[in-house]
């Protein structure tokens, strides 16, 4: 087993589901959530494991879990072979973020928070189908800062139907004076199957203009980078030395286990999938059958295709020298014809050491990203 593994932990229940949200993740099926919670505390404790880096509980909304629920997954990961600087994230919604549960993720060795803001404005949360409130959230950030957690981001939202530059612009700014450790800055993607897909198809979704969602990023990024915040990926923005670990172990193409319902898994080459559907995935576990649905061999070519896509993420780029060494191949032999295309319309840029997205290759990042497909 690869040294240094990342670990990701879904949870698939939340109180409503987000009208943009097409993750795997429900509401409605709380009855199931104990025996969900048992079958995933199964499969961790089962997982062949060395030692973990970074820990994330994804969902889904992991926050909206019942305090005994969270109690069987504490013990399962206090039987974990743990690094001593071990990064441990969970993500939540502000209305399930109360003192209660934010002393019990305390005592389970949590100590990054990410909350899921996405706008500063009542009226776009309920637009977006959120359950939570402004107030709420300050309350559950400054519940947080008082029980002790001093690495916490906060997700934001652009592009929302019915927000304007102003409104972007109030949300980066009073979110900023909080003084988080971390933010997230994400575009909307109206993404098939969602109930703002069917309204886009309606032509009721009221998004704003692809020049304003230009603008808003822009300002994200000029705005943050002027009060000390590093961007180190397209959407992700830190403070010095708060850049999100687990994530990075993703954008470098380094080995993850992913447990729980339609979890991703990156291991010695092999890239695998557990069942998404719920059922199916606790009867599998309960039968002492593997949960995995589909599973793949990476090819040296599908190795080198993600290094290089995941790689241009992050604003430093790809390490030439790293390439070369990791496929025992020249990049310039491989990608040659496509970087120098990309270097001569001023979408790339490279140093001699990284190659790596310019300002206007970040806008048309997936046109970019999509020609380093062999």
Same mark, same amino acid.
């Given at each position: 087993m690869n040294k240094g593994l990342a670990l990701y932990i879904h949870v698939p229940f939340c109180k409503q589901k987000c009208l943009y949200c097409d993750f795997p993740s429900f509401s409605g099926k709380e009855s199931l959530m104990l025996d969900y919670v048992k079958a995933l505390c199964k499969e961790i404790d089962n997982s062949n494991y060395d030692k973990i880096n970074t820990i994330f509980i994804g969902g889904g909304t992991p926050t909206y879990l019942c305090l005994e629920c969270l109690e069987y997954l504490k013990n399962s990961i206090d039987k974990l072979c743990k690094a001593d600087d071990l990064e441990f994230t969970i993500e939540g919604n502000p209305d399930s973020l109360n003192k209660e549960k934010l002393k019990f993720f305390k005592s389970m060795g949590v100590n990054r928070l990410s909350i899921g803001l996405q706008a500063w404005q009542d009226r776009l949360l309920k637009n977006l189908?959120?359950?939570?409130?402004?107030?709420? /959230?300050?309350?559950?950030?400054?519940s947080a800062r008082d029980i002790g /957690?001093?690495?916490?981001?906060?997700?934001?939202? /652009?592009?929302? !139907?019915?927000?304007?530059?102003?409104?972007?612009?109030?949300?980066?700014?009073?979110?900023?004076?909080?003084? !988080?450790?971390?933010?997230?800055?994400?575009?909307?993607?109206?993404?098939?199957?969602? !109930?703002?897909?069917?309204?886009d198809k309606l032509g009721?979704?009221?998004? !704003?203009?692809?020049?304003?969602e230009r603008k808003m990023y822009q300002f994200a990024v000029d705005f943050l980078k002027s009060i000390g915040y590093e961007q180190y990926e397209i959407s992700n923005f830190s403070k010095p030395e708060f850049q999100c670990r687990h994530n990075l172990t993703y954008w470098n193409l380094n080995y993850y286990i992913g447990c729980g319902m339609g979890a991703h898994s990156y291991v010695n080459g092999i890239r695998y999938r557990n069942y998404e559907d719920i059922e199916k995935y606790i009867c599998m576990i309960n039968d002492n059958k593997s949960p995995v649905a589909e599973e793949h061999i990476n090819s040296l070519k599908d190795d080198m295709e993600e290094f290089m896509f995941m790689g241009l993420r992050k604003i430093e780029g790809i390490s030439i020298e790293e390439f070369n060494k990791r496929f025992n191949k020249d990049i310039n032999k491989v990608y040659g014809i496509?970087?120098?295309? /990309?270097?001569?319309?001023?979408?790339?840029?490279?140093d001699g050491k990284y190659i790596y997205l310019s300002p206007r290759g970040i806008e048309l990042s997936n046109r970019v990203m999509c020609e380093f497909i062999l």
């Amino acid at each position: 087993m690869n040294k240094g593994l990342a670990l990701y932990i879904h949870v698939p229940f939340c109180k409503q589901k987000c009208l943009y949200c097409d993750f795997p993740s429900f509401s409605g099926k709380e009855s199931l959530m104990l025996d969900y919670v048992k079958a995933l505390c199964k499969e961790i404790d089962n997982s062949n494991y060395d030692k973990i880096n970074t820990i994330f509980i994804g969902g889904g909304t992991p926050t909206y879990l019942c305090l005994e629920c969270l109690e069987y997954l504490k013990n399962s990961i206090d039987k974990l072979c743990k690094a001593d600087d071990l990064e441990f994230t969970i993500e939540g919604n502000p209305d399930s973020l109360n003192k209660e549960k934010l002393k019990f993720f305390k005592s389970m060795g949590v100590n990054r928070l990410s909350i899921g803001l996405q706008a500063w404005q009542d009226r776009l949360l309920k637009n977006l189908g959120r359950v939570h409130t402004l107030e709420q /959230f300050r309350e559950s950030y400054l519940s947080a800062r008082d029980i002790g /957690f001093n690495n916490i981001n906060i997700d934001l939202m /652009f592009g929302l !139907p019915g927000q304007s530059i102003e409104d972007w612009k109030e949300s980066l700014i009073n979110v900023s004076n909080l003084k !988080p450790e971390h933010i997230s800055c994400y575009s909307l993607i109206v993404e098939d199957g969602t !109930p703002f897909c069917n309204l886009d198809k309606l032509g009721k979704l009221n998004l !704003p203009e692809e020049e304003d969602e230009r603008k808003m990023y822009q300002f994200a990024v000029d705005f943050l980078k002027s009060i000390g915040y590093e961007q180190y990926e397209i959407s992700n923005f830190s403070k010095p030395e708060f850049q999100c670990r687990h994530n990075l172990t993703y954008w470098n193409l380094n080995y993850y286990i992913g447990c729980g319902m339609g979890a991703h898994s990156y291991v010695n080459g092999i890239r695998y999938r557990n069942y998404e559907d719920i059922e199916k995935y606790i009867c599998m576990i309960n039968d002492n059958k593997s949960p995995v649905a589909e599973e793949h061999i990476n090819s040296l070519k599908d190795d080198m295709e993600e290094f290089m896509f995941m790689g241009l993420r992050k604003i430093e780029g790809i390490s030439i020298e790293e390439f070369n060494k990791r496929f025992n191949k020249d990049i310039n032999k491989v990608y040659g014809i496509v970087i120098e295309k /990309f270097l001569k319309n001023k979408l790339l840029k490279s140093d001699g050491k990284y190659i790596y997205l310019s300002p206007r290759g970040i806008e048309l990042s997936n046109r970019v990203m999509c020609e380093f497909i062999l």
